[in-house]
């Protein structure tokens, strides 16, 4: 077995989030993240500013990833970056760079599925972390999929199941927009419903497939019951944030855990991941800890940094593809819309 090192360095740029990072043989060394404030204001992403934000932010954070790893860009085996899915001006930054940094130092580019990545960051060598065995389930949650994925090996994925209309980060995100808190509203949702009763107000699941989600009835209903109670009180949501938020969550988090209890039981395997920036919720985390004592599932709950957007997830799909020589053309070029499973 070889003892070489093998440095590889990670963009993503599919969304909000410029991240660059740089990890050697499955072990990160940096992970810079650089967030966008600008589309706070707007109340959810502007595509155009995106792009325009990487730009600025690119060669920045790739520099600082680099210099953060310790080594220089003669060290690179190759580059990773996002092909897609995501907003297309904004993978184009991140697809051009690649290019022509690989060009520029003659090494493979690896293109990478933003969606096998977020499941593949559970395979990043990290003390304490546990790795899945194949197969494994994985629960992609972010604020454009909601997946259940088989995983039988690293780059073999099979959907089992996936909403049929919004994603379950939209559901926080809309959530909390309705109750007037900022994007994204996620983490907002979460910080206040600690505080809150989950058992406060009571809405309606959806009725679809085993496997299958919808939050777009979810949604509604919140905008009615909200609507109707600041009818009667102007001041509602201020009185009662804490428990609306805590009751949404609990609402959500429980439609999650419907879907795993029905994966388990029509596949009969209880290696569970999660995945996607929803992964961060302190709720879905807990439940899945839990699950391993009360329902004997070994869980995979991955650490805060690699849930949400970060390049550190597609450096470590880079390095698995580059064991297996799987490396991209030059002529490759993003796409906006691409399957977990191509
Ligand atoms: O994976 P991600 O960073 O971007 C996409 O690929 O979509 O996911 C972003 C989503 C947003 O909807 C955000 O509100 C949600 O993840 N999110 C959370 C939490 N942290 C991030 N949702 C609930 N609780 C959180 N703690
Ligand atoms: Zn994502």
Redesign the pocket.
Same mark, same amino acid.
Not at 141 to 145: D, F, L, Q, T, V
Not at 184 to 187: F, I, T
């Given at each position: 077995m070889s003892t070489e090192n093998i440095y590889i360095l990670g963009i993503e740029s +599919?969304?909000d989030?410029t991240s660059a990072s740089v990890i050697c043989n499955g072990k990160v060394l940096s992970n810079v993240v650089a967030n966008q404030e600008v589309h706070a204001k707007y109340g959810g992403v502007v595509p155009e500013l995106a792009s325009r934000a990487h730009q600025q932010n690119i060669v920045p954070v790739v520099q600082q990833a680099i210099e953060q790893a310790g080594i220089t860009k003669h060290n690179l085996n190759a580059i990773a970056f996002t092909r897609g899915p /995501?907003l297309m001006g904004s993978l184009l930054v991140g697809t051009s760079f690649a290019k022509s940094l690989a060009l520029g130092l003659n090494i493979p580019l690896i293109d990478v599925n *933003?969606m096998q990545a *977020?499941i593949l960051a559970h395979f990043i060598d990290e003390k304490g972390s546990k790795i899945p065995p194949f197969p494994f389930v994985c629960l992609t949650?972010?604020?454009? *999929?909601t997946q259940i994925v088989k995983i039988t090996n690293h780059f073999e994925m099979e959907i089992l199941g996936e909403t049929i209309d919004d $994603?379950v /980060?939209?559901a926080?995100?809309k959530s $909390?927009k309705i109750l007037g808190l900022p994007y994204? /509203?996620?983490?907002l949702?979460?910080k206040y419903a600690q505080l809150g009763n989950p058992k406060a107000f009571k809405f309606t699941k959806p009725k679809v497939g085993n496997l299958e989600f919808s939050f777009s009835g979810l949604k509604t209903g919140i905008l009615y019951f909200v609507q109707r109670n600041v009818k009667e009180n102007p001041n509602f949501i201020k009185e009662n944030l804490n428990d609306i938020c805590a009751s949404i969550?609990y609402t959500i988090i429980e439609i999650l855990m419907d879907k795993l209890k029905n994966t388990v039981k029509q596949t009969g395997i209880k290696h569970i991941a999660i995945a996607?920036?929803?992964s $961060?919720? +302190?709720e879905i985390r807990k439940r899945l800890t839990l699950a391993e004592k009360h329902w004997g599932w070994t869980t995979y709950i991955p650490k805060f940094e690699y &849930? &949400?957007?970060n390049a550190a997830m597609i450096s470590i799909a880079g390095y698995l593809k580059f064991l297996n020589n799987d490396y991209s053309d030059i002529s490759v070029t993003a796409k906006a819309r691409l399957k977990v499973t191509e």
């Open positions: +599919s969304c989030d /995501g *933003h *977020h949650i972010s604020g454009g *999929h $994603a /980060g939209e926080f995100d $909390a994204p /509203g996620g983490p949702i979460d969550q996607g920036g929803v $961060a919720n +302190s &849930t &949400t957007d």
